[in-house]
């Protein structure tokens, strides 16, 4: 891909890209893929793990994305909220979480 940067010269990072949208193709790409490994787990007696509790689940974003625990009153928050979003206004919440 060619583009022009300092220089001129080809630097992807200067490219234009088109928008981005994602089709229906992908979603059942991704639903064969996921049938595809059940059926190899499933054929050597293994399963996918369980989705981790609330209380893992905060540790597990905080840490990635801030490197530290969470508080204990933070966690407490996240775990007592119900919200169907609660998990995308944690992330966006915390330094790193949200994209500009």
Same mark, same amino acid.
């Not at 949208?21 to 893929?33: G, M, V």
């Given at each position: 891909m060619r583009a022009s940067g300092p220089g001129d010269r080809e630097i992807f990072g200067y490219a234009k890209t088109g928008k981005f !949208? =994602? &089709?229906? @193709?992908? %979603? @059942?790409? &991704? =639903? !064969? =893929?996921?049938? @595809?490994l059940t059926y190899a787990l499933r !054929?050597?007696? =293994?399963? %996918? &793990?369980?989705d981790a509790d609330r209380r893992t689940l905060i540790r597990r974003v905080h840490a990635d994305l801030t490197g530290l625990p969470p508080t204990p009153e933070e966690v407490e928050a996240f775990v007592a909220d119900e919200s169907p979003d609660a998990y995308e206004r944690l992330v966006d919440r915390l330094p790193g979480g949200k994209e500009v």
């Open positions: !949208e =994602l &089709a229906i @193709s992908d %979603f @059942s790409r &991704a =639903l !064969e =893929l996921k049938a @595809s !054929e050597r007696g =293994l399963r %996918f &793990a369980p």
